[in-house]
T-cell receptor, first 118, second 111 residues
């Protein structure tokens, strides 16, 4: 299947600093990518939908100024957690669909990024 | 998108078939059933999806009832590596491809 690469897989940062997470579709183009957050023992929660060449669409309750999303190309989306605080510590996951496939085709997921803010 | 209901956990013996049920009684005609799994501390992995007909691939089989109100994911010969949380999701192709995740079923394969 198609591959989505997420980097870094783990990051520890100090409170108040910013962290950038990259999500790349390696062998397909993705017009739309999705960013999720997952707290321990909980399910995935959609944070935002990233659209190539336009602004991201954020879910209710997600601060757009804190979680900056950039989708500058058809193979790369980035999520920047700005002024991180310990409560932002979580598992962040991206996903993407191959725009060359049908509208009901499956989404592919990155391996996730474990963010720890100390 | 329709809501799904899954048992919180299940056990299965290694080598046996694992049958994971999912109820989606409010599913509408244009909604597909998708199954993903998530092994601990990894991103979700796609397994299979279907609309009306039963589907089979190299990983699993998906059985959808005639009224489409429930489905069963079948792992024919479970191995220890199949231990994971399995998510059943229904999605309309009108929903901008978003997946709404429930709590899933924690499947534990026992030796």
């Amino acid at each position: 299947g198609a591959v989505v690469s997420q980097h870094p897989s783990r990051v520890i940062c100090k409170s108040g600093t910013s962290v950038k997470i990259e999500c790349r579709s390696l062998d397909f183009q993705a017009t739309t990518m999705f960013w999720y957050r997952q707290f321990p023992k909980q399910s995935l929660m959609l944070m935002a939908t990233s659209n190539e060449g336009s602004k991201a669409t954020y879910e209710q309750g997600v601060e757009k100024d804190k979680f900056l999303i950039n989708h500058a190309s058809l193979t790369l989306s980035t999520l920047t957690v700005t002024s991180a605080h310990p409560e932002d510590s979580s598992f962040y996951i991206c996903s993407a669909r191959d725009r060359g496939q049908g509208i009901t085709s499956e989404a592919f997921f990155g391996q996730g990024t474990r963010l720890t803010v100390v | 998108d329709a809501k799904t209901t899954q048992p919180p956990s299940m056990d299965c013996a290694e080598g046996r078939a694992a049958n994971l049920p999912c109820n989606h009684s409010t599913i509408s005609g244009n909604e597909y059933v998708y199954w993903y799994r998530q092994i601990h501390s990894q991103g979700p992995q796609y397994i299979i999806h279907g609309l009306k007909n039963n589907e089979t691939n190299e990983m699993a089989s998906l059985i959808i009832t005639e009224d489409r109100k429930s489905s069963t994911l079948i792992l024919p010969h479970a191995t220890l590596r199949d231990t994971a949380v399995y998510y059943c999701i229904v999605r309309s192709y009108h929903s901008n491809y978003q997946l709404i995740w429930g709590a899933g079923t924690k499947l534990i394969i026992k030796p």
